[in-house]
């Protein structure tokens, strides 16, 4: 069996600095005005029809935390935040260390099951492995099933979901998808996407990163599959670039109020795109993350601008 590889994801410690450096409005525990006065932008999921907010949570690292209180306190207003603010969706993965049992335990105690869309992955493993790992997921995230289960990290164009469809069957999840966060497995997850036809496909998209756009992104639309993005803010590079500079004044054309809205809108307005799920540990990140979602998104345009000025920036 091929030796697994997980998320390189990183923190992004500047980015605190980055939205006050852009004259971010201060945002605060209950939702400030601009965040009541428009509902957050959905899209549908193709199978299916239902609608899902285009701004969800991703939890590699920043729901890896043990028992301590007050980080526990902290991610428990993340997920709080995100349904206030008009958001469901929740990913992450049984590979993902503690992550899955914090987000159980968190929506258990604030008894927010009801309203969160889980998603969650389970690894190429064989057969029996991989019901025990989705199993223990299961147990760990307190529901007896999910919104999304995922096979994480497809590098096999061959690959066969057939396992996930007797899951999805018997109940055990209402949507099923594939995921990658590397560029040099998009050939295989295009195909796999091509050729099973998955409710979900997850990749790594950012606006310094847009391989997907050549393969990944036609193809999840061919097959007719939603699409989510991982790694939206470039494992943390596009913060260290727009360090202390200011948000450009036309990017108030398409409602953006801080870099993160910036980088995050440009991914949600293309029209593959279904949502984005940036991590975060603060309640106020999250917020601005939901921002994304509200107010005017950019069109064909607009987005080639976009690039343009990150390009000269780099």
Not at 43 to 55: A, Y
Not at 208 to 216: H, P
Not at 244 to 264: H, I, N, R, T, V
Request: charged share 25%; net charge positive; hydrophobic share 40%.
């Amino acid at each position: 069996m091929p030796k697994l590889r997980y998320h390189p994801f990183r923190h992004h410690p500047s980015r605190r600095d980055v939205i006050a450096g852009a004259g971010a409005l201060a945002i605060s525990s209950a939702l400030p005005a601009w965040a009541q006065d428009t509902a957050i932008l959905k899209k549908k999921i193709p199978h299916g029809g239902e609608m899902l907010p285009v701004v969800g949570l991703g939890t590699a690292i920043v729901f890896n935390i043990g028992e301590d209180a007050a980080e526990r306190t902290q991610r428990r207003e993340v997920l709080e935040t995100l349904v206030a603010g008009g958001g469901s969706l929740v990913d992450t993965a049984s590979s993902y260390g503690r992550a899955e049992g914090v987000v159980g335990d968190l929506a258990a105690e604030a008894k927010l099951r009801d309203k969160l869309f889980i998603a969650t992955k389970v690894r190429v493993l064989d057969k029996a492995s991989s019901v025990d790992e989705f199993q223990r997921s299961l147990k760990l995230l307190r529901t007896p099933k999910v919104d999304l289960l995922q096979l994480h990290n497809v590098r096999d164009p061959n690959q066969s979901l057939a396992l996930y469809r007797e899951w999805k069957a018997q109940g055990l999840c209402r949507y099923i998808g594939i995921t990658t966060s590397f560029d040099n497995d998009h050939d295989a997850v295009a195909a796999c996407a091509a050729r099973e036809k998955p409710d979900f496909v997850q990749v790594n998209y950012s606006i310094n990163d847009r391989e997907c756009e050549a393969r990944v992104l036609p193809a999840a639309k061919d097959a007719g599959a939603a699409v989510l993005c991982n790694l939206p803010f470039g494992r943390a590079s596009l913060f260290k670039l727009v360090r202390g500079k200011p948000l450009p004044d036309w990017a108030a054309e398409f409602d953006a109020k801080s870099w993160g809205q910036f980088f995050l809108k440009f991914l949600i307005s293309h029209e593959a795109v279904t949502a984005v799920i940036p991590g975060t540990t603060k309640k106020e990140h999250m917020l601005d993350n939901l921002g994304a979602g509200r107010g005017r998104l950019p069109d064909a345009g607009m987005r080639k601008r976009m690039v343009e000025y990150i390009e000269k920036l780099g």
